[in-house]
């Protein structure tokens, strides 16, 4: 075989785009670009879908011969291939200005609830606050079907109901700043703080039960998810992510990192955190040893403050060099920066249908995922 061709053998888990078993002869001068056309020829797509393509674990960036040599691969192999359509850069959606810095943003149903640091929180347009308080709130998560739960930086949290047949209830929880609060379905009455002095503590609105349980960090809780029925991540500027037990919360697995930790998001075994080092990091809680770092990932000019999972492998980031930025967790570079601005990008909030970013800019940004 030539040195100028490479013999290819295309696999794709995508039933529609499935390929009869054969090899390919092609130019080992083609990139992904020149792949995607070629596959485009050969289904006859109109209009042209565009494809990526992995060597392994590896994305392709660079043209074939490049990558076979990067990967040690000898030319007379077969190089196999696997593809599929790419994801789309998020179309820039509305705009909406608001009163104030904006702290944490949440979907619960497609509509956006968030908090703002004028002490107030909005859902479907409406204005919610607790009566003479002013603290500005840094946490907001729907609580059961139709309330919502906030912690300020007072330590206080307002428990709001969003049909607005109750008063909001105000509770002082803390005398240090809360952080985060995180809730789950199935447990419409709990919710879990975690506070500024390292404490997290669940808390019941029913029949005055108050505090259930609590448990330390040796430092501010910056980050929960309540990922199950039974489990509860947690992140901390003492460098830890912690796994708990939800029924106790007794401690079952912490994860080291090199310097704190500002942000988390989990699915399934894998977490993705962000760091005041401008690096985000990818943890598989699969490792035996559930300490090593699976990958870090750096193109973020400033702390890295927020972060979630958007599929199965892609992540959205946002930072305080207001940047927000799309990844997949097989390639260190960025599939994408979708947002630039001068602000500070406190909060993102995903769905199946959108990307939602806001913070110091008082302006919340709606980025359209494609179907």
Same mark, same amino acid.
């Given at each position: 075989?030539?040195?100028?061709?490479?013999?290819?053998?295309?696999?794709?888990?995508?039933?529609?785009?499935?390929?009869?078993?054969?090899?390919?002869?092609?130019?080992?001068?083609?990139?992904?670009?020149?792949?995607?056309?070629?596959?485009?020829?050969?289904?006859?797509?109109?209009?042209?879908?565009?494809?990526?393509?992995?060597?392994?674990?590896?994305?392709?960036?660079?043209?074939?011969?490049?990558?076979?040599?990067?990967?040690?691969?000898?030319?007379?192999?077969?190089?196999?291939?696997?593809?599929?359509?790419?994801?789309?850069?998020?179309?820039?959606?509305?705009?909406?200005?608001?009163?104030?810095?904006?702290?944490?943003?949440?979907?619960?149903?497609?509509?956006?609830?968030?908090?703002?640091?004028?002490?107030?929180?909005?859902?479907?347009?409406?204005?919610?606050?607790?009566?003479?308080?002013?603290?500005?709130?840094?946490?907001?998560?729907?609580?059961?079907?139709?309330?919502?739960?906030?912690?300020?930086?007072?330590?206080?949290?307002?428990?709001?109901?969003?049909?607005?047949?109750?008063?909001?209830?105000?509770?002082?929880?803390?005398?240090?700043?809360?952080?985060?609060?995180?809730?789950?379905? *199935?447990?419409?009455? &709990?919710?879990?703080? #975690?506070?500024? =002095?390292?404490? %997290?503590?669940? +808390?019941? @609105?029913? /029949?005055?039960?108050?505090?259930?349980?609590?448990?330390?960090?040796?430092?501010?809780?910056?980050?929960?998810?309540?990922?199950?029925?039974?489990?509860?991540?947690?992140?901390?500027?003492?460098?830890?992510?912690?796994?708990?037990?939800?029924?106790?919360?007794?401690?079952?697995?912490?994860?080291?990192?090199?310097?704190?930790?500002?942000?988390?998001? *989990?699915?399934?075994? &894998?977490?993705?955190? #962000?760091?005041? =080092?401008?690096? %985000?990091?990818? +943890?598989? @809680?699969? /490792?035996?040893?559930?300490?090593?770092?699976?990958?870090?990932?750096?193109?973020?000019?400033?702390?890295?403050?927020?972060?979630?999972?958007?599929?199965?492998?892609?992540?959205?980031?946002?930072?305080?060099?207001?940047?927000?930025?799309?990844?997949?967790?097989?390639?260190?570079?960025?599939?994408?920066?979708?947002?630039?601005?001068?602000?500070?990008?406190?909060?993102?909030?995903?769905?199946?249908?959108?990307?939602?970013?806001?913070?110091?800019?008082?302006?919340?940004?709606?980025?359209?995922?494609?179907?």
């Amino acid at each position: 075989m030539s040195t100028d061709t490479v013999r290819i053998r295309f696999v794709t888990k995508c039933e529609e785009y499935a390929l009869p078993p054969g090899d390919f002869d092609v130019s080992s001068s083609l990139n992904r670009k020149g792949l995607s056309d070629a596959l485009n020829q050969v289904f006859d797509l109109d209009p042209p879908v565009p494809f990526d393509f992995k060597i392994g674990p590896h994305f392709l960036r660079q043209s074939l011969s490049q990558a076979m040599k990067l990967l040690q691969i000898s030319t007379e192999d077969v190089l196999i291939i696997e593809f599929f359509p790419a994801f789309r850069l998020p179309v820039p959606d509305k705009e909406m200005t608001t009163d104030a810095w904006i702290s944490c943003l949440r979907l619960k149903d497609s509509n956006l609830l968030y908090s703002l640091y004028d002490g107030s929180i909005r859902y479907n347009e409406n204005v919610y606050k607790a009566s003479n308080k002013s603290s500005p709130m840094k946490c907001v998560a729907p609580l059961g079907s139709n309330e919502a739960v906030a912690g300020d930086l007072d330590g206080n949290v307002t428990i709001f109901d969003l049909s607005n047949q109750n008063e909001p209830q105000s509770f002082s929880l803390s005398n240090e700043p809360i952080q985060t609060v995180a809730t789950f379905p *199935a447990f419409e009455n &709990l919710f879990i703080i #975690g506070s500024c =002095d390292g404490t %997290i503590s669940m +808390w019941s @609105t029913s /029949a005055n039960d108050g505090t259930l349980l609590s448990a330390m960090h040796g430092d501010s809780v910056q980050a929960l998810q309540w990922v199950d029925e039974k489990t509860l991540m947690s992140a901390s500027l003492d460098r830890t992510i912690k796994i708990w037990d939800v029924e106790k919360l007794a401690e079952k697995a912490s994860l080291s990192a090199s310097c704190g930790i500002l942000c988390l998001s *989990a699915h399934d075994s &894998l977490i993705v955190t #962000g760091h005041p =080092d401008r690096s %985000i990091r990818l +943890w598989d @809680t699969r /490792a035996e040893e559930h300490r090593s770092v699976v990958r870090e990932f750096k193109s973020h000019t400033n702390w890295v403050s927020t972060i979630s999972w958007v599929n199965n492998e892609v992540f959205v980031s946002g930072g305080y060099d207001g940047a927000v930025k799309l990844w997949n967790m097989g390639t260190q570079v960025p599939l994408f920066t979708i947002s630039q601005h001068d602000e500070k990008v406190l909060s993102v909030a995903v769905n199946s249908k959108e990307i939602v970013a806001g913070g110091s800019g008082q302006t919340i940004h709606h980025f359209s995922l494609s179907e």
